[in-house]
């Protein structure tokens, strides 16, 4: 994932490059951004919030997310 903090709005943009670029509208400071994140991804593949993990990225802008009770495939259907 690429996460854009401060946007407009809160949107999943598409694929940009081999990542998944989302904008959220919170900054980036005591993780609202990475919350924001979280439940963007949480309600668009239809898991809680708490099923999905920043693995690998809390301070920077490339994320790996782990979503735990969806499958690869199927979470990434969802968020096309």
Sequence with gaps: MRLTPRAS???I???RGAALAVKVNA???QDRA???LRQLIAKEVGIPPSRVQ???GHK???KLLQLKGVAANEAARRLA
């Design 54 to 56: 920043i693995v690998r």
């Design 27 to 29: 900054p980036p400071v």
């Design 9 to 11: 709005c809160t949107e």
């Design 60 to 62: 920077s802008r490339d």
């Design 13 to 15: 943009v598409g694929p």
């Design 34 to 36: 990475n919350d924001a």
